[in-house]
């Protein structure tokens, strides 16, 4: 009989891919931002699932769609029609101020998709990422992602992509030629380290896209529905993009991603793209809710106050000697460190506070846009102690 969290830990060890370095740690449960381990010990989380658990974990709107619509129909492709998803499209498309939609079902399948219908509207080939970039891990995405680590033993990948530096406007006109196809970026580099778009950087972008006949892809995956402080990163910036990314906490949890269609692209040819689960009915349901909360709530013009006021905070108490730099906007925020951030990852969790890491020495913090006011400073305030110390 395997029960106790050990064994458990140990045959998930044993059977698990090994693509993942996992934590010494099993989660169990969770409620808003708090999730407990096996032992019923309590963690502030600001890793939210990776970005997923904007709203918590089982937020009771979220809970409550998915057991009603699990009930009644889970399945139901795109060869049909379903109401559900109708009424979701159609919000989706009105709080993204785009006409059209594809769904699908997670990141990295939103950048694939984008990709392939860049390539089919322009009838282009190439693709320009950014230095730091981080797409996802398909083939398609790997390809734009600019860690070279995560590249490198699947090369050769997508041929005609490039790099140019983030948040540099001279390399990118540069690197744009009748070739082409789009422009791969994110509004606020999350993976690569928490680096925000410069102002003027996005509409710069938007305007050497549009003068060259390349389209806009806005990688808002991690940035989007609230995360920044706005409902998407790019309308702080007016700018409109061609094809938008999202996915993440689009759900609140259920996988789910999309890809938004400008005006530019107009109606995709039949049959030039597909997924068997997306759009389903129970995602559909999820993301419903989740767009009621948002819509219904101040809780992301809270989020970009309170994380302003959380980065003012940081600067002002953390010691010179512990970190290099502190970034971010709204609740997406991070730290640079002198050194590595593994093991502040651990004295956190010791101090029951769970991180993310973003790249080697960036500290990056998660919070979820229902974080109590309580826990929100307590974790900061465990984030400078433990830096300071470490001094
Ligand atoms: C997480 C992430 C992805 C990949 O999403 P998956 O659902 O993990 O495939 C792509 N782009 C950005 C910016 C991300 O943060």
Same mark, same amino acid.
């Given at each position: 009989?395997?029960?106790?969290?050990?064994?458990?830990?140990?045959?998930?060890?044993?059977?698990? =891919?090994?693509?993942?370095?996992?934590?010494?740690?099993?989660?169990?449960?969770?409620?808003?931002?708090?999730? *407990?381990?096996?032992?019923?010990?309590?963690?502030?989380?600001?890793? &939210?699932?990776? &970005?997923?658990?904007?709203?918590?974990?089982?937020?009771?709107?979220?809970?409550?769609?998915?057991?009603?619509?699990?009930?009644?129909?889970?399945?139901?492709? *795109?060869?049909?029609?379903?109401?559900?998803?109708?009424?979701?499209?159609? *919000?989706?498309?009105?709080?993204?101020?785009?006409?059209?939609?594809? %769904?699908?079902? =997670?990141?990295?399948?939103?950048?694939?998709?984008?990709?392939?219908?860049?390539? %089919?509207?322009?009838?282009?080939?190439?693709?320009?990422?950014?230095?730091?970039?981080?797409?996802?891990?398909?083939?398609?995405?790997?390809?734009?992602?600019?860690?070279?680590?995560?590249?490198?033993?699947?090369?050769?990948?997508?041929?005609?992509?490039?790099?140019?530096?983030?948040?540099?406007?001279?390399?990118?006109? *540069?690197? %744009?030629? /009748?070739?082409?196809?789009?422009?791969?970026?994110?509004?606020?580099?999350?993976?690569?380290?928490?680096?925000?778009?410069?102002?003027?950087?996005?509409? @710069?972008?938007?305007?050497?896209?549009?003068?060259?006949?390349?389209?806009?892809?806005?990688?808002?995956?991690?940035?989007?529905?609230?995360?920044?402080?706005?409902?998407?990163?790019?309308?702080?910036?007016?700018?409109?993009?061609?094809?938008?990314?999202? @996915?993440?906490?689009?759900?609140?949890?259920?996988?789910?991603?999309?890809?938004?269609?400008?005006?530019?692209?107009?109606?995709?040819?039949?049959?030039?793209?597909?997924?068997?689960?997306?759009?389903?009915?129970?995602?559909?349901?999820?993301?419903?809710?989740?767009?009621?909360?948002?819509?219904?709530?101040?809780?992301?013009?809270?989020?970009? @106050?309170?994380?302003?006021?959380?980065?003012?905070? %940081?600067?002002?108490?953390?010691?010179?000697?512990?970190?290099?730099?502190?970034?971010?906007?709204?609740?997406?925020?991070?730290?640079?460190?002198?050194?590595?951030?593994?093991?502040?990852?651990?004295?956190?969790?010791?101090?029951?506070?769970?991180?993310?890491?973003?790249?080697?020495?960036?500290?990056?913090?998660?919070?979820?846009?229902?974080? =109590?006011?309580?826990?929100?400073?307590?974790?900061? /305030?465990?984030?400078?102690?433990?830096?300071?110390?470490?001094?």
């Amino acid at each position: 009989m395997l029960n106790s969290a050990l064994d458990l830990m140990t045959v998930e060890q044993a059977h698990t =891919s090994g693509a993942y370095v996992k934590r010494d740690l099993q989660i169990v449960r969770g409620a808003g931002a708090r999730l *407990e381990d096996a032992a019923g010990r309590s963690y502030i989380d600001l890793v &939210g699932g990776q &970005g997923v658990a904007a709203l918590g974990h089982s937020h009771p709107a979220i809970v409550q769609a998915v057991q009603q619509q699990a009930a009644e129909l889970m399945i139901c492709p *795109e060869l049909f029609h379903n109401p559900l998803r109708a009424r979701y499209q159609a *919000e989706l498309c009105q709080v993204a101020e785009m006409p059209r939609v594809f %769904l699908c079902n =997670s990141g990295a399948e939103s950048i694939e998709g984008a990709i392939k219908i860049a390539r %089919l509207a322009t009838r282009r080939p190439g693709i320009v990422a950014t230095m730091r970039g981080f797409h996802g891990r398909t083939l398609g995405a790997l390809s734009a992602t600019w860690n070279k680590s995560y590249r490198g033993p699947f090369e050769p990948l997508l041929p005609h992509v490039t790099h140019v530096p983030y948040n540099n406007v001279e390399r990118l006109a *540069e690197a %744009l030629d /009748e070739h082409t196809a789009a422009v791969l970026i994110e509004p606020v580099q999350g993976e690569g380290g928490v680096y925000p778009a410069e102002d003027g950087y996005l509409q @710069a972008v938007a305007e050497l896209c549009r003068a060259n006949g390349t389209l806009l892809i806005l990688d808002e995956v991690q940035t989007g529905f609230g995360r920044t402080g706005w409902f998407f990163a790019h309308q702080r910036d007016g700018v409109r993009p061609d094809l938008l990314c999202v @996915a993440k906490s689009m759900a609140g949890g259920i996988p789910m991603g999309a890809v938004l269609l400008g005006e530019r692209i107009g109606v995709l040819p039949p049959a030039t793209h597909g997924t068997t689960f997306g759009g389903n009915p129970l995602a559909c349901a999820a993301g419903l809710a989740v767009l009621d909360v948002l819509r219904s709530t101040d809780l992301i013009t809270q989020a970009r @106050a309170r994380g302003a006021a959380v980065l003012d905070h %940081l600067r002002a108490h953390l010691l010179s000697g512990a970190y290099r730099e502190v970034r971010g906007r709204g609740f997406l925020i991070g730290i640079e460190l002198r050194g590595k951030v593994a093991p502040v990852l651990g004295a956190l969790q010791a101090c029951g506070v769970l991180a993310l890491p973003a790249g080697m020495t960036v500290l990056r913090l998660m919070p979820p846009l229902v974080i =109590s006011d309580d826990d929100l400073w307590q974790a900061v /305030e465990t984030v400078e102690e433990v830096l300071n110390d470490a001094v």
